[in-house]
């Protein structure tokens, strides 16, 4: 793991019209490391990681990139630059084949040749190839749209609430392959509301409330500052 | 029977023609989510092209193709990079798209009016053949057969861009999902600009034939054009360009079958087609079976 980190944000700030949605924020992650997002809704988790990825922009701060601006980049060129995320309500091409929906990703997002049958085996539908994404389930769809990011050879992965609605052992599973990534040194950010799964991760996690950071350290020792329970059950 | 046989052949090499006509608009919907109203005027453009070339240089109508493909490019790119990105950062693309493409063929055809007047020019029948050439025992001008074979070549060389090339998988990307295709590396606007400039350099080579197959050219023919090419791809398959091929041949054998038979009633074809499959198949008739395959 290098010592300079892969991503930095540097007083990062958002507003919507006159609203403050992130105020400030700043914070840094290595290749290889997995930090949580954690904060009630409306938080600005999931701004946070729309404006590293580019799908909006932010108003002031510097987002590094291995020590580049990215700020105002679009989001093609932010992806070619390998960082890449999933969605909270899965996106991908419903009328393509799931192997054309990794496809597209390894053509247009790669640097580097991708493995496409490796990567639809990962994300467990390999059997499922041939279909139409939009037949398949909305938890199926959203193992593709990670496959889909990873098919982008990404060195940062944006993981948008990934464990809402799947069962114990899909949850372990999920558990085990964002930690695999990780092993292969792909830097993770994941929202989610899902404290355990999160815990089972990784034991670095930021919480927001209000777009601001409030706390950033351990999920144990995030469940006993003051300003967390606040913003988890008013203060 | 002779005139079935005659409506039916003369219905397809019509509908080619008219699925020609049309799939530039489509394509052009496919990929930025906008319907260019001033396809018709584009595609009026491409006539009056045909037209100098003839008149004034005594030029072979067929260099109107080159012409069209560099009018597309000149026109196209820098007009979509002008307009295009910024209509789609407004909450209301659509609507604002409606508004500027109007606009836009206002404006062609006021200049087109002013250049050339509001007459009606045709061109030398004898440019592209003055021969017939008969299938089932119906003959059709050469110039007819000339348009559709220029219109077989130009929708199947669209087929094989989208199907065997980088661009084009990048194009049916974008068609699948715009948003989507941002994040997985494709430069969307590129790759939508050419889009654009293929859909009005299709609009202009159609254009070249207009003159034969539907009689003459002039400034005011682009609106009926574009009506005539919407319900084509609703028909078809909004969206889908090669959905187009089946709105062309419903719309041209429909419309021969009229003329042949209630020619009065022949110009209601686009229209009455349109309402039909509007209420029985919104989605079109290729709908979304060939879209999933």
């Known amino acids: 793991m290098s010592s300079e980190p892969l991503l930095r944000l540097e007083n990062i700030e958002k507003r919507f019209g006159g609203l403050i949605v992130l105020h400030e924020q700043s914070f840094s992650v290595s290749a290889g490391e997995i930090l949580g997002l954690v904060g009630p809704n409306g938080s600005g988790k999931t701004t946070t990681i729309n404006v590293i990825s580019g799908v909006l922009r932010a108003n002031s701060g510097r987002i590094l990139f291995e020590g580049k601006e990215i700020r105002n980049q679009p989001i093609f060129r932010i992806a070619r630059l390998g960082i890449n995320r999933s969605f909270q309500v899965p996106k991908c091409f419903r009328a393509m084949s799931a192997r054309e929906n990794i496809e597209v990703a390894a053509t247009f997002g790669a640097h580097a040749p991708v493995d496409v049958d490796a990567i639809l085996d990962e994300i467990g539908l390999l059997r499922h190839a041939g279909e139409p994404a939009g037949s398949l389930t909305v938890n199926q769809q959203k193992m593709l749209d990670l496959g889909r990011a990873l098919a982008t050879n990404p060195r940062l992965l944006l993981i948008d609430e990934i464990g809402a609605g799947l069962n114990p052992s899909e949850l372990g599973a999920i558990a085990a392959l964002l930690k695999s990534l990780a092993a292969r040194g792909i830097a993770l950010i994941v929202v989610e509301h899902l404290l355990e799964f999160l815990n089972r991760i990784t034991d670095r996690v930021i919480v927001l409330g209000a777009g601001r950071m409030l706390f950033e350290g351990s999920l144990a020792e995030a469940s006993r500052h003051p300003d967390v329970v606040a913003a988890f059950i008013g203060g | 029977m002779a005139l079935l046989e005659y409506a039916l052949v003369g219905g397809i090499l019509y509908g080619v023609f008219f699925s020609l006509v049309g799939i530039g608009l489509n394509l052009v919907f496919g990929v930025m989510r906008m319907i260019n109203l001033a396809h018709g005027q584009f595609i009026m453009l491409g006539g009056f092209g045909a037209y100098l070339l003839s008149s004034h240089l005594g030029l072979n109508p067929v260099f109107g193709i080159p012409l069209a493909v560099a009018g597309g490019i000149v026109i196209g790119w820098p007009l979509y990079y002008a307009v295009v990105p910024r209509l789609q950062r407004s909450n209301d693309p659509e609507m604002l798209s409606f508004i500027l493409f109007f606009g836009i063929a206002q404006v062609i055809e006021a200049v087109t009016l002013l250049v050339f007047g509001a007459d009606q020019h045709s061109l030398p029948d004898s440019a ?166």
């Open chain 2, 128 to 293: 592209l053949g003055s021969g017939n050439i008969g299938v089932l025992g119906q003959d059709f001008p050469d110039s007819w057969w000339v348009a559709v074979a220029v219109s077989v070549l130009c929708i199947g060389g669209l087929y094989l861009y989208l199907s065997s090339t980088r661009l084009g998988f990048a194009t049916r990307a974008i068609m699948a999902d715009r948003d989507e295709a941002r994040t997985t590396g494709i430069d969307v606007d590129r790759v939508a600009a050419i889009a654009f400039v293929i859909g009005l350099s299709l609009a202009g080579i159609a254009g070249v034939f207009v003159p034969y197959m539907v009689g003459s050219v002039s400034p005011s023919i682009g609106g009926g054009l574009t009506t005539t090419s919407f319900a084509i791809i609703i028909i078809g398959s909004l969206g889908n360009p090669l959905g187009t091929v089946v709105g062309g041949l419903v719309f041209g054998i429909g419309t021969m079958l009229m003329q042949t038979y209630y020619a009065s009633w022949s110009n209601l074809v686009p229209y009455a087609l349109l309402l039909v499959i509007v209420l029985i198949r919104p989605s079109g008739l290729l709908g979304k079976a060939v879209r999933s395959a």
